[in-house]
């Protein structure tokens, strides 16, 4: 049960708010000054905080930096009255995680406080995912710390506390087998097996062998029995990359074993039992294989339980300088080649560039630059050097807000043939103020008129 510290000078309120968390299965510590709520957050779990703005003898936002100084985890939540909204908005921009005025609404409440648990809940999977890829994998950084991989990480740590199966969809090269490895050590099958198997690489006429084992005499060759991959993950993962390269004799295999949690060897009389989760993976976007007709609709709808899509490089570029370096210390020291860094070129180089092979390129790329190398900095050369990368120029804002506006104006102009009225409305704006930016940028309505006859 989540417990909730109420900090409130008001007895009244602070009864008030106690009797409605409380109904809503919420352990609640009430405080009527600074000193009382810090001595219950030393003493007691606190999974979010109510700190009233004004409090007798201090404020709440010095409060509010004394429980972050605790746990800086901690959801905090300020209360308060008409007319401070400016000190309210200013305590977020210190951390505080949102704001209510009073009086207030307690369904606002309680969604403001549901929010803001489930927030901490993600931010805690996403450490503690991150903590076990780096120590079991020793992957810092590679996951990468762009918006769309953390939604990515806090949807894997979810993943991870289930038993469902799991399905990645992502290009070649963004790191699926990561993330497959990820979900399994942070679940409860960590100690059990991981098994990887590549639909792909493995001949059709060997992939029912290696994947369900076979007995002794099951075929020419079969001189003595062998277990199957499926039977290998037992109590742990199976890891089906590339599924989609799966045959279709295979697929209908595979489905009455998930089914059956059950399946035969080759040559077997008997029925093998199976405990195991499955991760599938595939770069191809599955639900066009089956419109196509090239992959079963109910074995896709099997594996496809918890959707799990892992984003290009070309999407996440802020991750790009988090993995270069990464990669350049780690291939740096194999190589024991004594290399400090990149150039400002070489990292503008990678930042252009759209990586179609994603991390997997980038990493070769890395790993040939390190070899060349014959000073202590990757230079520009060295970084693609067969690829002709158009890294243009980074424009000072004052000239991108220009050039933005100028385009702006003009394409209004060109949708309303010149018509102010008509664009102001569009652009939201007041008439004069879009005379304003008709004249700064010498633009005039009359040339995107339709001329008559």
Same mark, same amino acid.
């Given at each position: 049960?989540?417990?909730?510290?109420?900090?409130?000078?008001?007895?009244?309120?602070?009864?008030?708010?106690?009797?409605?968390?409380?109904?809503?299965?919420?352990?609640?510590?009430?405080?009527?000054?600074?000193?009382?709520?810090?001595?219950?957050?030393?003493?007691?779990?606190?999974?979010?905080?109510?700190?009233?703005?004004?409090?007798?003898?201090?404020?709440?936002?010095?409060?509010?930096?004394?429980?972050?100084?605790?746990?800086?985890? $901690?959801?905090?939540?300020?209360?308060?009255?008409?007319?401070? $909204?400016?000190?309210?908005?200013?305590?977020?921009?210190?951390?505080?995680?949102?704001?209510?005025?009073?009086?207030?609404?307690?369904?606002?409440?309680?969604?403001?406080?549901?929010?803001?648990?489930?927030?901490?809940?993600?931010?805690?999977?996403?450490?503690?995912?991150?903590?076990?890829? #780096?120590?079991?994998?020793? =992957?810092?950084?590679?996951?990468?710390?762009?918006?769309?991989?953390?939604? !990515?990480?806090?949807?894997?740590?979810?993943?991870?506390?289930?038993?469902?199966?799991?399905?990645?969809?992502? #290009?070649?090269?963004?790191?699926?087998?990561?993330?497959?490895?990820?979900?399994? !050590?942070?679940?409860?099958?960590?100690?059990?097996?991981?098994?990887?198997?590549?639909?792909?690489?493995?001949?059709?006429?060997?992939?029912?062998?290696?994947? &369900?084992?076979?007995?002794?005499?099951?075929?020419?060759?079969?001189?003595?029995?062998?277990?199957?991959? =499926?039977?290998?993950?037992?109590?742990?993962?199976?890891?089906?990359?590339?599924?989609?390269?799966?045959?279709?004799?295979?697929?209908?295999?595979?489905?009455?074993?998930?089914?059956?949690?059950? &399946?035969?060897?080759?040559?077997? #009389?008997?029925?093998?039992?199976?405990?195991?989760?499955?991760?599938?993976?595939?770069?191809?976007?599955?639900?066009?294989?089956?419109?196509?007709?090239?992959?079963?609709?109910?074995?896709?709808?099997?594996?496809?339980?918890?959707?799990?899509?892992?984003?290009?490089?070309?999407?996440?570029?802020?991750?790009?300088?988090?993995?270069?370096?990464?990669?350049?210390?780690?291939?740096?020291?194999?190589?024991?080649?004594?290399?400090?860094?990149?150039?400002?070129?070489?990292?503008?180089?990678?930042?252009?560039?759209?990586?179609?092979?994603?991390?997997?390129?980038?990493?070769?790329?890395?790993?040939?630059?390190?070899?060349?190398?014959?000073?202590?900095?990757?230079?520009?050369?060295?970084?693609?050097?067969?690829?002709?990368?158009?890294?243009?120029?980074?424009?000072? =804002?004052?000239?991108?807000?220009?050039? =933005?506006?100028?385009?702006?104006?003009?394409?209004?102009?060109?949708?309303?043939?010149?018509? !102010?009225?008509?664009?102001?409305?569009?652009?939201?704006?007041?008439?004069?103020?879009?005379?304003?930016?008709?004249?700064?940028?010498?633009?005039?309505?009359?040339?995107?008129?339709?001329?008559?006859?």
């Amino acid at each position: 049960m989540d417990r909730i510290l109420v900090l409130d000078d008001d007895k009244n309120l602070l009864e008030v708010i106690k009797m409605r968390l409380e109904a809503n299965d919420f352990e609640v510590a009430t405080a009527v000054d600074a000193m009382q709520a810090l001595e219950i957050a030393r003493q007691q779990k606190v999974d979010l905080a109510l700190v009233d703005l004004k409090i007798s003898g201090t404020n709440g936002i010095a409060v509010m930096e004394e429980l972050h100084a605790l746990n800086p985890e $901690i959801p905090i939540i300020i209360l308060t009255a008409y007319g401070t $909204i400016k000190s309210a908005v200013e305590a977020m921009k210190k951390g505080a995680y949102s704001y209510l005025s009073k009086p207030f609404d307690y369904r606002d409440l309680l969604l403001q406080i549901k929010n803001g648990l489930e927030k901490r809940r993600l931010s805690r999977e996403v450490s503690r995912l991150r903590n076990i890829v #780096e120590g079991q994998y020793d =992957f810092k950084n590679v996951i990468g710390k762009s918006e769309k991989m953390k939604k !990515v990480l806090a949807k894997v740590g979810q993943a991870a506390g289930s038993e469902s199966n799991v399905y990645l969809e992502g #290009e070649s090269g963004t790191g699926k087998s990561l993330i497959a490895k990820t979900l399994h !050590v942070a679940g409860s099958r960590k100690d059990g097996p991981f098994v990887i198997i590549n639909c792909a690489t493995i001949p059709e006429n060997l992939l029912e062998s290696e994947l &369900f084992g076979y007995e002794r005499g099951a075929f020419t060759g079969a001189t003595k029995s062998k277990k199957g991959l =499926f039977f290998q993950a037992h109590k742990g993962t199976l890891f089906l990359d590339e599924i989609s390269e799966m045959p279709m004799f295979m697929q209908a295999k595979l489905l009455r074993a998930l089914e059956d949690r059950e &399946f035969y060897p080759l040559g077997a #009389e008997k029925p093998v039992k199976v405990d195991v989760r499955l991760i599938a993976a595939s770069n191809k976007h599955m639900k066009e294989e089956v419109k196509r007709g090239r992959f079963r609709e109910d074995l896709f709808y099997r594996i496809y339980v918890i959707p799990i899509e892992l984003p290009p490089l070309r999407e996440r570029k802020g991750d790009i300088p988090l993995l270069a370096e990464h990669c350049l210390r780690r291939i740096a020291k194999e190589s024991k080649k004594q290399i400090k860094g990149y150039t400002p070129g070489a990292l503008q180089k990678m930042m252009f560039y759209s990586w179609p092979g994603n991390v997997r390129e980038l990493e070769n790329t890395i790993e040939c630059a390190v070899a060349m190398a014959r000073h202590d900095l990757i230079t520009e050369d060295l970084i693609l050097p067969s690829q002709t990368i158009e890294t243009g120029r980074l424009r000072p =804002f004052k000239e991108a807000k220009q050039g =933005f506006e100028r385009n702006y104006i003009i394409e209004l102009m060109e949708l309303t043939q010149g018509n !102010v009225t008509k664009a102001a409305k569009l652009a939201g704006k007041y008439r004069a103020d879009l005379y304003d930016l008709l004249k700064k940028y010498d633009v005039d309505p009359g040339d995107f008129r339709v001329r008559e006859g």
